[in-house]
């Protein structure tokens, strides 16, 4: 069975500090991976979605990166955090080609505190 | 753009009180609606999937029901361990596969 690991569960950082978080999933291949948002008491927002190593589609303009080195893994970046990044961060995967109507999967989310 | 539009914003309930969740959404061309389950600072889990209106899908004491402008979810005698944030979701030709979500109905369900 399909599991997705995604640490660290809590993250308490300073303004100006760079940020990794990493996420992985296990029991499938060649996944589509995406990067959601949440912040309090709104909606899942979309930060980035890959289709495949290399690959990495933007939805927003903002402070953070993406990376996928491995079919995999995916990586949520920044260089320098503002206090507007925090937030409760999701990674999510779901099954590649078919006609794009299959359920996302998601993992336990990281908690971004920035101080 | 898609756009999906949950309501109530919260809704409390006495064990054993049968209610609905409204998802209205407006999308170009709908590929799935989907219905997810939230505990406190857990992730979303997957419930249901509905792809065209009319159909039905039914788990436990809940059941998602789906018309071209919006989707209910029907939760039938619920229990205390019922009680979540329900997320709905849509899927639109945008390519790949990029869900729009709701904000959510957050259900309490008192014993």
């Known amino acids: 069975s399909q599991t997705i690991h995604q640490w660290p569960a809590t993250l308490v950082q300073p303004v100006g500090s760079p940020l990794s978080l990493e996420c992985t999933v296990e029991g499938t291949s060649n996944p589509n991976l995406y990067w959601y948002r949440q912040a309090a008491g709104r909606g899942l927002q979309l930060l980035f979605y890959s289709v495949g190593i290399g690959q990495i589609s933007s939805e927003v303009p903002q402070n953070l990166s993406a990376s996928r080195p491995q079919d995999r893994q995916f990586i949520l970046s920044s260089k320098k955090l503002l206090l507007s990044d925090s937030g409760f961060y999701l990674c999510?995967?779901?099954?590649?080609?078919?006609?794009?109507?299959?359920?996302?999967?998601f993992g336990n989310g990281t908690r971004l505190t920035v101080t | 753009e898609d756009q999906v539009t949950q309501s109530p914003e919260a809704l409390r309930l006495q064990e054993g009180e049968s209610s609905s969740l409204n998802c209205s959404y407006t999308v170009s061309g709908l590929r799935g609606l989907f219905w997810y389950r939230q505990d406190p600072g857990k992730g979303p889990e997957f419930l249901f999937t509905?792809?065209?209106a009319g159909e039905e899908k039914e788990k436990e004491r809940l059941k998602a029901t789906l018309t071209k402008k919006e989707s209910f979810l029907h939760i039938t005698a619920p229990k205390p361990e019922d009680s979540a944030t329900y997320l709905c979701?849509?899927?639109?030709?945008?390519?790949?596969?990029?869900?729009?979500f709701g904000q959510g109905t957050r259900l309490t369900i008192n014993p």
């Open positions: 999510a995967w779901s099954d590649s080609g078919v006609a794009y109507n299959s359920p996302l999967h």
């Open positions: 979701a849509v899927s639109g030709l945008q390519g790949a596969q990029k869900l729009v």
């Open positions: 509905l792809y065209s």
